[in-house]
């Protein structure tokens, strides 16, 4: 009975280059969202996924970063060119339905290090 | 802007003492909150949740008050323990999917 899974758990990259994260869903679950969390902080939503869609994409900066959800395999969050200021620990969630009163169960995040 | 924050990054109780963490919002118009627990190392995880039309909600060893007047949200944990020490964030639904966050409350439980 896996719950949200996310890999690698940290992951160190040095300035110009890209981050890939991954995150594998609950088991029937359709509905992926990525929040990101700075130190000291709490998190922030950054984009919404049904498989192959986007649905909101909002709190996602619109330069470098990108997020997908095939029909077959784990989301992908990718960041470009990552800077420094894109060192924080990124969260995916996912949920049966969405709306209202539906349940994200979050995964144990990726903490990106920026050199 | 509209934000859900905490009145406390801090919090240090004794073991077997009653826990008060408390959190303010901004958004007259949520009706839905939540309180997430999150340990070292980990994802939130969801503990209680209390609905707009409610003004209280319990659960195990844990409380949610609502006061809608003074936008103000609370969770006590009865007789705390050391597996409680975690950071404590209240969260609100934005939109039908959008959960927005506080900063959180960090909780040391002595022993």
């Known amino acids: 009975n896996a719950g949200v899974m996310q890999n690698p758990r940290h992951l160190v990259r040095r300035r110009g280059q890209e981050a890939r994260l991954r995150c594998s869903p609950v088991?029937?679950?359709?509905?992926v969202y990525w929040y990101r969390q700075l130190p000291e902080e709490g998190l922030k939503f950054m984009v919404y996924?049904?498989?192959?869609?986007?649905?909101?994409e909002s709190g996602m900066p619109k330069e470098r970063f990108s997020a997908e959800f095939p029909k077959e395999g784990p989301s992908i969050l990718r960041i470009q060119q990552v800077v420094r200021g894109d060192s924080a620990a990124y969260f995916c969630?996912?949920?049966?339905?969405?709306?209202?009163?539906?349940?994200?169960?979050f995964g144990p995040g990726t903490r990106l290090t920026v050199l | 802007g509209e934000s859900v924050g905490l009145h406390l990054p801090t919090l240090s109780v004794q073991e077997g003492d009653n826990s008060i963490i408390n959190c303010a919002y901004s958004?007259?118009?949520?009706?839905?909150f939540i309180w997430y627990k999150q340990e070292s190392g980990k994802g939130p995880q969801f503990i209680i949740d209390?609905?707009?039309?409610?003004d209280k909600r319990q659960g195990q060893r844990v409380t949610v008050l609502l006061n809608k007047t003074v936008k103000h949200l609370s969770l006590q944990i009865a007789a705390t323990q050391p597996g409680d020490s975690a950071v404590y964030f209240c969260?609100?639904?934005?939109?039908?999917?959008?959960?927005?966050f506080g900063a959180g409350t960090t909780v040391t439980v002595r022993a």
């Open positions: 088991k029937g679950h359709s509905h």
């Open positions: 209390i609905r707009s039309n409610m």
């Open positions: 958004n007259s118009a949520s009706d839905y």
């Open positions: 969260a609100e639904w934005g939109n039908d999917y959008k959960l927005s």
């Open positions: 996924l049904q498989k192959e869609n986007i649905i909101d």
């Open positions: 969630a996912s949920s049966l339905r969405t709306g209202a009163h539906n349940e994200q169960f």
